[in-house]
């Protein structure tokens, strides 16, 4: 088969995939623009460029993680398989379908928990990570303003426990671990992303909001605070809570970071001053 061939059959999906995020785009801005409007705070507003490399991101972020990671998790399937003991997956495998998505969402939050931190906490990957943090006014698009390896990276992960254990594989039954673990994930993600000065009072205990995540956009101090994505008991249990009653005055990074979406995705190859 030649190469054309391949990219011609590859084509119609590529383009239903386009079609369908488009959609989800219209819904979102439909949601999320008036209630940020009315309840987020007010900002001076974002650039055409920045707004077209969000509008990037939002794609390529939707498009390239599975592509890139349908190998290694089929790889991570195989060797859990043959290193696991049977009794492991066999357990697992006997629990009713509601306790399996239980478990693995709880799996994979704590996988992404630390993925997440890692990203801070270990420079290199932190190059990549920075991207998402270089977002100076918080929206609704500034979660899906990832660089794809900082997206990899923190799949990864959330999705290689599942995958070990057996809770996430081939098959309808174990496709639903990880698709409902990154559904869930994206969805609540654009959520506290946005411009919402909303508090919950003590749901805050239970889920991630706009004002946890918020702090952990913040420019200064709290910066390596609040790595959880929906359970911010993570972030208590491994010391790294912080959400107090008011809001962080400025969020992004310190380092200069290209606007363009093709500046942000060379931006962690480069160096400092061949970004300014």
Not at 174 to 194: E, K, M
Request: with cysteine; aromatic share 10%.
């Amino acid at each position: 088969m030649s190469l054309l061939h391949t990219v011609q059959m590859q084509l119609p999906g590529i383009a239903v995939d386009v079609l369908r995020l488009g959609l989800w785009l219209v819904l979102l801005s439909v949601i999320f623009v008036p209630l940020e409007r009315y309840f987020g705070e007010r900002h001076a507003g974002r650039s055409r460029t920045e707004l077209f490399s969000d509008l990037g991101f939002y794609f390529l972020s939707s498009l390239l993680p599975a592509i890139l990671l349908a190998a290694p998790l089929a790889l991570v399937a195989v060797a859990g398989q043959r290193l696991l003991p049977d009794a492991i997956p066999a357990t697992l495998a006997a629990l009713p379908l509601w306790a399996k998505l239980l478990l693995g969402l709880l799996i994979g939050e704590v996988g992404t928990y630390w993925g997440h931190r890692l990203s801070h906490e270990i420079p290199w990957l932190w190059r990549y990570h920075a991207v998402h943090h270089s977002t100076e006014q918080l929206y609704f698009l500034a979660n899906t303003r990832t660089h794809p390896v900082d997206m990899v990276v923190t799949r990864l992960f959330g999705l290689t426990p599942l995958y070990l254990l057996g809770l996430a594989g081939p098959g309808a039954t174990g496709s639903a671990a990880p698709v409902l673990l990154l559904l869930l994930g994206t969805v609540w993600g654009f959520f506290i992303h946005a411009n919402l000065r909303w508090r919950f009072g003590p749901l805050e205990w239970l889920v991630a909001t706009p004002a946890f995540h918020h702090w952990h956009h913040s420019k200064l101090e709290h910066i390596n605070r609040n790595y959880a994505s929906t359970l911010p008991v993570l972030d208590r249990l491994f010391g790294t809570h912080h959400l107090p009653r008011e809001w962080p005055s400025a969020c992004g990074i310190e380092a200069v970071m290209p606007r363009t979406l093709t500046g942000q995705l060379k931006a962690p190859f480069m160096r400092q001053n061949e970004r300014e």
